[in-house]
Structure formats: C-alpha cells, structure tokens
C-alpha cells in the first residue's frame, strides 16, 4: 500500500480472501478461532489502519521503508503465496546488486508466490481481467469501520463482559486490546482525507454496492510494482 487507505481498492479482493480461509476450516470462526495470515505492507508511510479487514494482530500490518528489497524482505519473511501490488508502472529491479544472495532473494519469491494481481486505490484499474461487486450491504462494513474509526469505538466500546460470554476465551480481552489500537491510530490519517476516500468509493458504487476491478500480473512483473 502506498498511499492512505489505498488497500480499500482491493477491498472485495480481501474480503473474498478472508471468506475463504473461514470457509476451508469452519472452526475458524469459532470453534477454534484463528485469523487468516494475510499482510498489509505499508511503503514509505503509516496509511491507515487495516484492522476491521482482519489485519489483526498487529504484526498483520508492517511498515517499511520506500524501499523494493525492504518490501521483498517482507514478503519473502512471511512466505507470502499471493500479493496483490498497486499499479504502478513496473520497473526492472537488480536485487543481486542491492544486497548479497538478492538473486536468491529475488528467486524465492518467484517459486513461492503463485499468483499476483495489480489493483488501484480508486477501486478500479485500466485493462481489468478481473471484476468483483459486492452482492450484500456487509461487504461495506469493513470499509466503514476503517473509515471511521470512532463507530469502531462507538459499536463495540460499550460490551460488557456478559455480551462476551458465549464468545471464545480471550475475546474481551482482545477487543479491549483492538479498540485501544484503533483509539491510538485514530489521527494516522486526518479527516480530510477519510472523507475523500469515501467519496471516491461512493463513486463506485450501485444501490450502495462496490464494483472493483483488478488485474492479473506474472510474479516477476509485481516484483517491480512494489515502490512508488
């Protein structure tokens, strides 16, 4: 992501994702929670925070430098299968001179990574192969909350321990934990600029739902797509 909430434009995108991951195990949800591994990889600032999409704990949201091995190392960190970079214009990039073994670097992330796809911040990209819409209301949810950050603190801030008691062990706690982070980033971004990306989306939008579009790119070709 390199630019504030940018990720939004691939917002059905991580949404579908995250389905999935519950979806394979249906205990995920809870039986035997557990969070997807997915990352948010913020270049060269702090974009906002990503947590109602599931970027949760906080190591699911990483913040680096404009820098393309810093994001490579990232990636290749986490062993990352699927990325969907912003497009960019990609640009060839010589690991193997930025750092010692950075063909293998470089090499590790194109035998791993199995499928990558550009995708733009205003939710739309040129020559598309791939369009998403959302079919419910609840795929605007998560982009609601992210985009407002106080009716995160409004909706949940309330729950006493008994609204948790049919929830897992742990879950209050972890709220408490969440809305302390969502209070603490809540100037991350000012407000100006949550109201303009909510009026971009808005312009994507018919009968209140998002249609996006994204674009599939070779492995190699989103390597070069990581900086600005």
């Known amino acids: ?3 504030p909430f940018g990720a939004l434009g691939a917002s059905l995108m991580i949404q579908a994702a995250t389905a999935l991951h519950f979806d394979a195990v249906p205990t995920r949800r809870d039986g035997v929670p557990v969070y997807p591994e997915i990352y948010a990889i913020h270049v060269g600032g702090r974009f906002g925070d990503l947590s109602p999409f599931d970027f949760w704990p906080t190591r699911k949201e990483v913040f680096i430098e404009n820098d393309p091995l810093a994001v490579l190392t990232a ?9 969907a970079v912003p ?5 060839s990039v010589d690991f193997s001179s930025l750092i010692s073994a950075g063909w293998s670097e470089r090499n590790s992330a194109l035998e791993r990574v199995t499928s990558a796809f550009a995708y733009s911040a205003e939710g739309r990209v040129a020559s598309p192969d791939v369009t998403v819409t ?6 605007e949810v998560n982009p609601s909350f992210t985009l407002d950050p106080q009716a995160s603190l409004d909706a949940f801030g309330g729950l006493t321990s008994q609204d948790f008691g049919h929830l ?3 879950a209050e706690f972890d709220t408490r934990v969440w809305l302390q982070v969502v209070a603490a980033r809540l100037a991350e971004q000012p407000a100006q600029v949550r109201e303009r990306v909510v009026e971009s989306r ?4 018919t009968d209140g739902l998002v249609t996006e579009s994204y674009r599939r790119v070779s492995p190699d070709e989103a390597l070069g797509m990581l900086v600005r």
Do not use: K, Q, V, Y
């Open 1 to 3: 992501m390199l630019e």
């Open 75 to 83: 990636i290749n960190d986490r062993a990352i299968t699927r990325i």
């Open 87 to 91: 497009d960019t214009i990609a640009t």
């Open 134 to 139: 959302g079919l419910d209301p609840a795929t």
């Open 168 to 170: 897992w062990d742990g």
């Open 202 to 205: 808005r312009a994507l939008m």
